[in-house]
């Protein structure tokens, strides 16, 4: 009776802690799973965001850059007033991909580059509007070339400060990768701890049982071949 409690108890207790373990190992996975998801959705619905719309906005003001020097390259004013729309169209792309880029969320580090871009955009919108119209009008070249200089000159600036938000976005989405992978690694390791510690219980519990089995096997083969009161055969 005292070996069956005992072995009762031991079953119990190691019941319990395997119990007990599956449930961490629950708990862990799905911990260690919402880390690895967040970070994949910053890099796929932050990040990736981010670097297409400071890529639209460089290309925005490449086109631009480029629709001025054809306008410049014709004299056809129908052309030109043609190339006068294309050249808006492209200053509303800029906006629509600035306006996505703030829209995600900034940290401190982005909203000092937005910072930049509203000011250097602020800067150059007027240059670029007066280019543009210098163009339609028939301006003279002298006004033409000093006013697409100085358009250039800060649409320049702008594609250095949206390079420099592009690798900023870039290096980020690194960043998150390289924590997602280590959340996963992590998180495999930890899982494999606890299934290796509910083995070890299980082995141990499953060796008691089997040597307390014995042990009653024994004692009970011992008094039903041995007198009760004598202990003799």
Same mark, same amino acid.
């Given at each position: 009776?005292?070996?069956?409690?005992?072995?009762?108890?031991?079953?119990? @207790? %190691?019941?319990?802690?395997?119990?007990?373990?599956?449930?961490?190992? %629950?708990?862990?996975?799905?911990?260690?799973? &919402?880390?690895?998801?967040?970070?994949?959705?910053?890099?796929?619905?932050?990040?990736?965001?981010?670097?297409?719309?400071?890529?639209?906005?460089?290309?925005?003001?490449?086109?631009?850059?480029?629709?001025?020097?054809? $306008?410049?390259?014709?004299?056809? #004013?129908?052309?030109?007033?043609?190339?006068?729309?294309?050249? &808006?169209?492209?200053?509303?792309? =800029?906006?629509?991909?600035?306006?996505?880029?703030?829209?995600? %969320?900034?940290?401190?580090?982005?909203?000092?580059?937005?910072?930049?871009?509203?000011?250097?955009?602020?800067?150059?919108? #007027?240059?670029?509007?007066?280019?543009?119209?210098?163009?339609?009008? %028939?301006?003279?070249?002298?006004?033409?070339?000093?006013?697409?200089?100085?358009?250039?000159?800060?649409?320049?600036?702008?594609?250095?400060?949206?390079?420099?938000? $592009?690798?900023?976005?870039?290096? =980020?989405?690194?960043?998150?990768?390289?924590?997602?992978?280590?959340? =996963?690694?992590?998180?495999?390791?930890?899982?494999?701890?606890?299934?290796?510690?509910?083995?070890?219980?299980?082995?141990?519990?499953? @060796? =008691?049982?089997?040597?307390?089995? $014995?042990?009653?096997?024994?004692?009970?083969?011992?008094?039903?071949?041995?007198?009760?009161?004598?202990?003799?055969?």
């Amino acid at each position: 009776m005292e070996i069956f409690f005992n072995t009762k108890n031991i079953v119990s @207790v %190691g019941f319990g802690i395997n119990l007990f373990m599956l449930v961490l190992l %629950g708990v862990t996975a799905q911990q260690q799973l &919402s880390r690895v998801n967040d970070n994949l959705e910053q890099v796929v619905q932050r990040n990736n965001v981010k670097i297409e719309s400071a890529g639209n906005m460089r290309d925005s003001i490449r086109q631009r850059a480029i629709i001025l020097r054809n $306008a410049r390259l014709t004299d056809d #004013p129908f052309e030109r007033d043609e190339l006068s729309l294309l050249f &808006s169209a492209q200053a509303r792309i =800029y906006r629509i991909a600035r306006d996505n880029l703030v829209n995600t %969320g900034l940290d401190a580090k982005e909203e000092q580059l937005n910072r930049q871009l509203s000011k250097k955009t602020q800067i150059a919108q #007027p240059f670029n509007d007066e280019a543009m119209d210098l163009l339609v009008t %028939g301006a003279s070249d002298g006004e033409i070339s000093k006013a697409v200089a100085v358009a250039a000159s800060i649409q320049n600036e702008i594609l250095k400060i949206l390079d420099n938000l $592009a690798d900023l976005e870039k290096e =980020y989405a690194e960043n998150a990768l390289i924590e997602g992978r280590e959340d =996963y690694n992590k998180a495999r390791q930890i899982m494999i701890l606890i299934i290796v510690s509910i083995l070890m219980v299980s082995l141990v519990i499953a @060796v =008691y049982v089997a040597k307390a089995s $014995a042990r009653s096997t024994k004692i009970i083969q011992h008094q039903a071949s041995h007198d009760a009161l004598t202990g003799l055969f």
